[in-house]
């Protein structure tokens, strides 16, 4: 039998209302912001599910901080939390939510410019150089 964890559903993906809306930035800053969601969403994206699993394939990762990190993305709607089986042992498996895949390809376009300035691809004319904008001005005259 397929139980799904009704706080799956605690923060809806599809929103109607405007002031309702998730605030992605913020989610993104919150996600991207710890050095083990990348890792975690993209073994997720990969076809890891179970927890076990992910926590193998993290080396240095904590059970802990890994539990952090999904329950996070849970509330975000960026995974889906299924619980199979009736009785302990029970089997938990995550997936990547239909807005989790959307948020993957943020990720990965992150990876790619990463990718294009490591190999040279972007010039150093074309990216901001910090002495580039003077210091307190924010506007210019």
């Not at 605030?23 to 990969?46: F, H, N, Q, T, Y």
């Amino acid at each position: 039998m397929v139980h799904k964890d009704p706080s799956a559903h605690a923060i809806p993906v599809t929103v109607t209302d405007a002031s309702t809306a998730i605030p992605v930035a913020s989610m993104v800053e919150s996600i991207v912001g710890c050095k083990w969601s990348v890792g975690l969403l993209r073994l997720l994206a990969d076809g890891c599910s179970r927890p076990s699993a992910l926590l193998r394939a993290s080396t240095g990762l904590s059970a802990k901080v890994m539990n952090e990190r999904l329950r996070k993305m849970l509330r975000f709607g960026i995974v889906r939390r299924t619980v199979l089986g009736d009785k302990p042992p029970v089997e938990v498996e995550y997936v990547l939510t239909s807005f989790g895949r959307r948020f993957i390809g943020i990720i990965e376009e992150v990876r790619r410019l990463q990718e294009a300035v490591d190999n040279g691809a972007i010039s150093e004319s074309a990216t901001v150089r910090r002495d580039a904008v003077p210091r307190g001005r924010l506007t210019s005259r």
